[in-house]
C-alpha cells in the first residue's frame, strides 16, 4: 500500500517540465493577460461597448437557422463570409479584394499559426520587431519556427536601416510587420513595409506578414494598397478590436490567391463552425454601426494620450484602441497601485511603461484619476 501512495504522491508532483515535452517549450509559460474582478478592466485591448441590440437579434437569427443545420459539417471554405469579408475590406482599406484573396480562421492568432504551418516550421526562421506582439514569437515556438528579433528605435519605431540589415543577413522564411504596433501603439508607414519587403525579397524569397489587428483605429489608412504587385505580402484582421467581437474569435487574412491556397494546405477541415461564420455574417451586416462606436473610442484614445501627457507622464504616439505610458522606475509596482485602485492596466513588459485600453468615458475617467493620484505619491 505504500508503494501505491508513494506512485500517487509522485504522480502529483507530476509538472510540465516531468513530461517528455519539447525542448523549445520547456520552462515557458502560456500567454494570457491577468483576469480579475475588479470595477475597471482597461488591460486586453477589448471593445467596452456591447454589441447593440438589433445586431443581438440578427444573430439569434443567423444562429437559428444555422443550428437547423447543424447535423451536416458547415461550408469547409466559409464562401459566403470570406466574399462578405472581401466586400468590407474593399469598402474600407482603399483596395478591391475578392473572396479568392480572402481566408478566415478562429481569431488572427489561428491565421497566424496556419501561415506560419505552412511557411514557417522546422529549419525556417521568422523575425519581428520588438517590443511588438508577443503571439508572433509564441506561435513560432509552436510550430517549430525559429524566433528573430529585431530592433526598433528609441521611440518604439521600426529602425528601417537595422532592419533591412537583419533581414539581408539572417535570411528569415517570414518577417512580421505590426501596424499599429502592440503593445506600443506605433503606426507603420507604407514606406518603411516597402523597404522591408523588398528586403525579404532581395535576401530571398519571403512571406511579408503586416499585422493589421487594430487598423480600424488609425490615424492612418490600411496598407492592404500594398498588396498590389506583392504576391509575398499578407495582411492579417481580426473582428475581435473593431467589430466589439472579441468572443466570437474571427481572424481573416488577405493575400494572393496561391497564399489561400497554401494555408488550406494546413487548416483543419470544417475549422470554421457554422455558428461562428453565422455571427461573423450578421456582424458584417451591421459594419457601419460597429465602425460608429469606433470613432468614440478613437476620441477617447486620443483623450486619454493628452490628459496623460499634461498629468506629466510620458506617452507614445498612439493609432490602435490602447495607449503605452510610463516612465515608472518599477512598472509592476505602478501596475498594482493602479489596480489598489480598481483600475487594471497591463504590464506587457516593456520596461517603465505600462498599456491601457481605451474605455468607455466613464471607465477612462476612473483610469486618470487613479493616476492622477498615483503621480502625485511619486511627486511627492
Do not use: C
Amino acid at each position: 500500500m505504500s508503494d501505491q501512495n508513494d506512485r500517487n504522491d509522485r504522480n502529483n508532483a507530476l509538472g510540465i517540465d516531468d513530461l517528455p515535452i519539447r525542448e523549445e517549450l520547456r520552462g515557458k509559460s502560456p500567454y494570457g493577460a491577468p483576469q480579475l474582478d475588479v470595477p475597471v478592466q482597461l488591460n486586453t485591448n477589448e471593445n467596452p461597448y456591447p454589441l447593440p441590440e438589433p445586431l443581438v437579434a440578427r444573430i439569434a437569427e443567423r444562429v437559428a437557422e444555422a443550428a437547423r443545420g447543424l447535423n451536416r459539417y458547415p461550408d469547409r471554405d466559409a464562401v459566403e463570409l470570406r466574399t462578405e469579408l472581401a466586400r468590407y475590406l474593399t469598402r474600407t482599406g482603399g483596395h478591391p479584394v475578392a473572396a479568392e484573396n480572402v481566408w478566415a480562421a478562429n481569431g488572427s492568432n489561428e491565421v497566424l499559426q496556419q501561415l506560419l504551418q505552412a511557411f514557417g516550421g522546422p529549419g525556417r526562421t521568422a523575425i519581428g520587431f520588438e517590443p511588438s506582439y508577443s503571439m508572433h514569437a509564441l506561435i513560432a515556438r509552436g510550430t517549430g519556427t525559429g524566433w528573430l528579433s529585431g530592433p526598433r528605435n528609441d521611440d518604439f519605431t521600426i529602425d528601417v536601416a537595422a532592419a533591412e540589415a537583419a533581414i539581408a543577413a539572417h535570411r528569415p522564411d517570414v518577417v512580421f510587420i505590426t501596424s499599429p504596433n502592440n503593445p506600443t501603439g506605433t503606426a507603420v508607414g507604407g514606406d518603411t513595409v516597402e523597404r522591408l519587403y523588398a528586403a525579404a525579397q532581395a535576401a530571398k524569397p519571403s512571406l511579408v506578414v503586416v499585422d493589421e489587428a487594430y487598423v480600424e483605429f488609425s490615424h492612418r489608412a490600411s496598407l492592404l494598397p500594398l498588396l498590389a504587385g506583392r504576391p509575398h505580402l499578407v495582411v492579417s484582421r481580426t473582428m475581435s478590436k473593431a467589430f466589439g467581437a472579441a468572443g466570437l474569435r474571427l481572424g481573416y487574412l488577405a493575400a494572393h490567391p496561391a497564399v489561400v491556397d497554401a494555408v488550406q494546405l494546413v487548416r483543419l477541415p470544417y475549422h470554421l463552425s457554422a455558428v461562428t461564420q453565422a455571427t461573423a455574417l450578421a456582424a458584417l451586416e451591421h459594419t457601419d454601426t460597429l465602425l460608429g462606436y469606433v470613432e468614440q473610442l478613437k476620441a477617447e484614445r486620443d483623450r486619454l494620450v493628452a490628459e496623460l501627457r499634461a498629468i506629466g507622464y510620458d506617452v507614445t504616439d498612439s493609432d490602435a484602441n490602447f495607449v503605452q505610458f510610463g516612465r515608472f522606475a518599477d512598472a509592476h509596482e505602478a501596475w498594482r497601485r493602479i489596480l489598489d485602485r480598481g483600475v487594471l492596466v497591463r504590464d506587457n513588459g516593456v520596461p517603465g511603461r505600462l498599456r491601457v485600453t481605451a474605455g468607455t468615458p466613464e471607465e477612462n475617467d476612473a483610469f486618470l484619476d487613479a493616476v492622477r493620484e498615483l503621480k502625485k505619491e511619486q511627486d511627492a
